[in-house]
Structures are given as structure tokens and as C-alpha cells.
């Protein structure tokens, strides 16, 4: 009887042990455990100072760990950086172009960086332009491109070597809302063409359409890390519901207030009421029955819409190192 | 005063820096050296010998830092605020041209101001011991203030024209050179040609150095404050050439010098040629590519070399009696060893520090090119650039030191001292180069690299030759002239020795953090 073989478990994108960075006395990372699954696109949030670009900057090999230990798709960052350097594309939250160049000679240039044959290079530069939508300014100077195509073709140069894996730092700070639009609408093809990104953003509303997974850091410390989905029942207490009454509010409020599954209920300064009630799949209907029971006349009741952004606000303290 | 808004964020900004601190015991630290020096060194017959001697030997020096110290601590001023995009803010507010010219010259003065005063005790010393009047001291630092004050125009004048750290200290270099030696030179010419008198006596009382060479020569005349008066005009005229260039040019940023690039480029170039030279390049280390942009600058080391020697075999062929003399030889050998130097210095820590600036290198940090690479392609740049020119001029002098004018009276040590300048300027280039990139890796401003690469290559053996034939002239037996070009030699070459072998090893470092492919290792950041 033979048995079947044994399929090794999937070595995840990336995955960090206890990952530390210290600048000085100045801990940037503390003990981070983070692991990105291949495909993800991951958000990673966090305020300014947070350890964020730390985190990239040690995937991307470019500073190394005060101690622990970070591995990119089985490669670990120290001892195989070479592997990792070929794996990953980096794009740091500057742009870094040479504006004297053109726009084919500097992804050119950083092609031969990354050893493309010469006879590849033609072709693999007119693919990725193809793919950034930067085609038509091919022979234009890097100097005289929009913010946002400078971005765009940061983005380029990040894949001109095929990565597996992109780092992303902050690539739609400073964007108007529609070359931020078409950013993201490209890196979700990025995604549909089975690359792993790992993106940190400030603008949080579109990280949370965007990505499958996003992680939080506040001071060094991971705070969160999981499906976008999951962020909120995980990190809130219960699901929220705003209730509005005309009449007596005060009276409403008590009578939430002394139902079972309630957690907790206040009176916000529009007049109405935020109750969290508890439980996986909260029930507002009882609450519904004893207010109006309470001869209450209820003019709406909604479950309330806890953005990424809210979530954020309300486990971090703004903390910065 | 609105300027003082300015002078205040400058003297901020300056009271951070490490060599605010430094500057103002080292002089003072050297000068007491310098005293030390003289006082063991010189055989005085009296005290009044002494102070002579120390009055001139440190007038000499603080003379010498006022007249290079004032440019280069002005050359960036300007051309960096226009590269870090901060100009145009200022520009923004109430502030006038003259307000932030006030602001820059006075905040760049203050620390240089700080080390010649410094220097001042140890001066007085000079008159203590009775070897220089009250009234000389005082006119000796008029002197030096008057050249450091136009020293520090031309400086302001070449940052408010430039916008890169080495174009703005090659512009102010030329300003300098053009009033140091151009003025004296066009003097003799006329002289000897026109005879305009005066056009001659201007040329002498706009001379920076002339209040300092009369003081020397003959002591307290009338011509002293006179010339002090037209190098004033000449400052405050480079002041003002300097404001109207800045009050017009603070708007214009972004890409026009890039469409100018582009079309000079291409007519220098050529696209084939261009295309050619990019191919091989970035197959084979793609940093040299990038190194060698903007294209065009070999050429035009190429058109310098070429029309210095061209000019100069003109002249041996229709004047042979005024170009083919030892004199001249030496003269044409000096000129293009002294700037090949200065062109490659400029040139080495340009790329490396600029890419640092963009964030360009960290790209290329985290790309597969390893740090090797990045030096060896910064490296074969330069030979690129500097090869061809310095292989011609190599060639040249030694098919002059063959054919060479060395028949006359001194011919034969000249042709020495021309074989001596050969063996160093071969020895020089390469080490400045490196020394210059090692500096690049290690500081984050280009002037401070280049001003290192000058100061240790090319000055630092003069001042070690002067200290021994110092030291020597003590000795019984005084040295040959042939002993003294061999002492020379010996030392540019020793120096160079050390500073190569300082730069290899600063080279082969792990920069701040950065790992490296090719081991496979990283080594934390401090």
C-alpha cells in the first residue's frame, strides 16, 4: 500500500520571527510576527513613525534586523540576500529617478541592475510601460512627467525583473484621486497576475477596498493582523447599530440600555443612540420590539458602518517612536 | 531687519553642524603650532627676528584660508537651497534678493570669521616680541578681511549661476583664478603689448592679494587703501551680479534644463554612437552608464586637453623663441596637471552624493548590483572621462621631456622637475579619484568631498615639503636643488601611498547598513 505524498505546507511570502530594529536607543520594531500569504494583497497600516518603512526596508534587504528574523518566500533577508533582492520589488516612499534620463533608458538601466539579458530588455521595458500605461511617454523625460506618472513609473522600475513579491511604500501619497484611482486599479492586476503585495498607505478607505489582508503597527507593536473583513468584529466589541427615536430620548436610551445583549449604548450629539450589542450575528429585532413597547416611536435603526479608518483611530493612540 | 530672519535660521542650522565647534579651536590650535614651529625651527638673532618671521608665516597662512576658505564657504549656499526646492519659499515671503544674500554671507562668514579671529592672539605675539608695528597688524587684517570678503562674492556669485555643489565651486574656483591670476596676467600683457597705464594699475589695485603684497613689500602706502577700495567694487559688484541673478532665476525650476540637456546631448553625442557606448555599458556594469550621464563631459575634457596642446604647438611652431622654452614647457605642464586634477576631483564624488540625495542609491542598493560594482562602475566612468585626456597629456610631456627645449642654462633641472610633475600627476589622478569617492561614501556633501580631495592630494604634500626643507635648512648641509625635487617627489608619492591605501580599505567597508549580494552579509547600521 503506498501512501500518498506528502504536499509541503505553502511557504508563505513573507514571514517574520520576532523581528526587532533598534536606531540608537530608538526602537523601531519590536518583536514583529507578521506572516503574508502568497497572492495577498496586504495593507499595512500604521502612523507616521510606526516602524512601517522599517519593516519594507528590512524586507527589502536593505537595513538589516537588530535581532530576529525576516524570510521572503523561504529566503532569509540576511544571509540570502541575493535570492531575495531577485524575488522582491521595492519602491520606497520617494521616487529615487534620475529626472535627466528618459523614461526607457532609466527602466533600461535598472534592467541591467537586475542582469536582464540585453536582448530581453526591449521587450521586458515595453511590457511593463504596457502595463503602467506609461507607453505613449516612452521617449519623454523623466523630469518633465507628472507626480503621478513618476509614480507609475516607479512602479514600472519595481517590476521590471519580474518580482514575486512587492514592496510598496506609501506608492499613492500625493496622487490626485483619479492617477491614485488608476494605482490602485493596477495593482489589483498586479494581484489578479498572482503577485504577493505587501503596500502601506495612509489613505486607509482604499486599503480596505483594496486589500484582502491588512496588518496594524503602532510604536513598533503589531496590533492586528488578519483578513480586512475580520478587522472589525475582532477588533471592536460587538456590532454597533445607531437608533433614532422622536420623543422621549433619554427614556429610549435606558430601555437600551437594560436589554440583555447590550453591551454598551450612548447618545450621540446628532440625538441618536449607538448601541453595540454582542454576540457573532447580533439581532437588533428585540431591541426594536422593547422600544417600541416602551411606547417609543422609532424612526430608524441601521447597523452602524465602521470604516478601516475608525477601526484605526480607535486602536491606536497615535503613538509615534 | 527682515535679513536677520534669515541670518537667525542660518546660524541655527550652522550651531548643529560638528565643525562649528571644531572650527573654532583648530585654528586657533594650528596657529599655536605654527608658534611652535617657528620658534624651534627658525635660528632667530633676536626676538625682533622672531616676530618677523612669525608675523609673515601666519599672515601667509590666514591669507591663504581667507582667500580659499571665504569661496568655499559660500559656493553651496545658494545652489543648494535651489536644489533642496527651499529658495523659491523664501522668495515667497518678504524677503528681497539682497535680504537673503545678507542672510547667506553673513551666516557662511560667521565661522570662518570665528577661526582667523582665533588666530589673532597668536598674531599679536609677532608684535609683542617687536617684530611688526600696531599699524601693520591692523592693515594685515584688513587685508586678509578684504579677501575673504571677495573671496566670499565670488563664492555667492557662482552659487546664485549654479545649481549643482560642483559646478558652483568650479564656477567660484574660475572667479577666483580670474582675479588672482587672470588680472596679474592681463597686467603683464599689457605692458608688454598695449601699454594702456591704466588699464595696468587697475589690474593691480583690483588684484585681491595686492593689499597683503604691498603690506609685504613695502609697508603702509597710500596704494593700500586704494586697492582695499576697488576690491570692494569688485565684491560688491559680484554681490550684485549675484542678486539679479538670484532675484530671476529662484522662479525658474522644473524641467527646462532638461529639454536643453536633451538637445545638447544628442547634437554632442550623436544617437547612434550614444546608443552604442549605453549598450555596452549596461551589459557590462550598467553604474558606469549612469556615471558617464549627462554624455558630453568626456568631450569636453577632450576639447581642453586637446586645444591647451594645440594652442601650445601652435605657439612652439610660429613663436618658438616665446612657447619652446623650459619655462613654458613647465608652465603648460603645471596649467593642465593642475586642472585635470581639479576636473577630476569635481567630477568623482558627483554621482555617488547626488544619488544619495534623489534616494537613487537606494534603489540601487536593494537591486542585484552589489557595492563592488557601484565603485567599479564610478571607476570605469572615470577612466571613460579622464583616460584619453590624461594617456595624451601623459604622452606629450614625455615626448617633450625627449625632444624638450632643455638645452639652456637650467634646462637639464627643469627637465627633472617636468619628469618629477609627470611621475606625481600619474601617481595623483588615480588617488585622488579614489580618495575623492571614498569621501563620497562617507560624507553627504560634495563640496566637503572635493575640498578633502584637494586638501590631502595636492596641498597636505606641500605642506609636509615646506616643513622638511623647514626642518633641514637647520642642518649643517643644506639640500641640492636636485635633493629638493627628489624630497618632493618622495613625499607627493608617500602621501599618495597612505591615502590609497586609506581609500581601499574605506572602499571594501560595508556602507551603513547595506548588504552586499556578492557575500551574502549584512552588517547592522550604528
Redesign the interface.
Known sequence: MSTPPITPPAVPAVQTQALSRAY?EMKALEALDLVVNRGDLFGFIGSNGAGKTTTLRIL?????P?AGSAFVLGHNV?????EV??L?G?M?D?????????VT?YL???G????I??SK?DKTVADVLELVGLTEKRGA?I??LSRGMQQRLGLA?VLIHDPQLLLLDEPASGLDPRARIEMMAVLQELQRMGKTIIISSHILSELQSLCNRVAIIERGRLIYAGPTQGIRSQMEQGFAFLIAVSGDVPAALEICRRQPETLSASLRDDGRIQVRLSGDTPDPSGLAAALVGGGLRLTGLREEEVGLEEVFMRVTRGETQ | MIALTVIERELRVATRQRWAWVGRWLPAALAILMFGGVYLLYPARSSGDFGKVLFHSLGFVMVLVAGVGGMLSTCDCLSREHREGTLGLLFLTELSALDVLAGKILASSLRLLLGLMAVVPVLAISFLAGGTSLRSMAMLVMAILSLLWVSMAAGVFASARYRTAGQSLAGAMLVMLILCVGLPALASINETSWSVKWLTQLCWLAWPLSAYGILVAQGPTPEFFKTLGVVQVVSWGLLLLAGLRLSGSWRVV??G???R??SFRFWVAGPAARERL??RL??DT??A??CC??AGRGRLVWLWVGLSWFIYVLGCLMRPRWFFTPESVLFMTFCTHLVLKVWVALETPRVFISDRF???M????????SPRELVWGQCKALVLLFGGPVLTTVLVEVALLIMGPWGGQGGAFTRWVLFGCLVVFVADIPVLALFCLAQAMRLRSETHSITLGFAFVMVLPWLLFFGAIGALTSLPNSLSQHQDLTLWVGICLLVDFVLWAWSRARLKQPWG??????S???????
Not at chain 1, 527589502?60 to 538589516?64: E, K, N, Q, Y
Not at chain 1, 541591467?112 to 542582469?115: F, T
Not at chain 2, 547598513?513 to 556578492?518: E, H, I, N, V, Y
Not at chain 2, 551574502?520 to 550604528?526: I, K, M, Q, R, V
Open positions: 540608537g527589502a534587504t536593505f537595513l538589516p537588530s540576511v544571509s540570502s540576500v541575493n533582492r531577485r522582491i521595492y520606497p520617494f521616487f529615487g529617478v534620475y529626472k535627466e534620463m528618459e533608458e533600461d538601466f535598472f541591467a541592475c537586475y542582469r539579458p540585453s530588455r523625460l523630469g518633465a522600475r | 522644473g524641467d534644463s532638461g529639454v540637456f536633451r549605453k549598450r549596461l551589459d550598467p553604474y552608464w549612469r550621464l549627462p534623489s534616494g537613487a537606494e534603489l540601487l542598493r536593494v537591486s542585484l548590483l547598513g547595506l548588504s552586499d549580494p556578492a551574502g552579509s549584512s552588517t547592522p547600521a550604528s
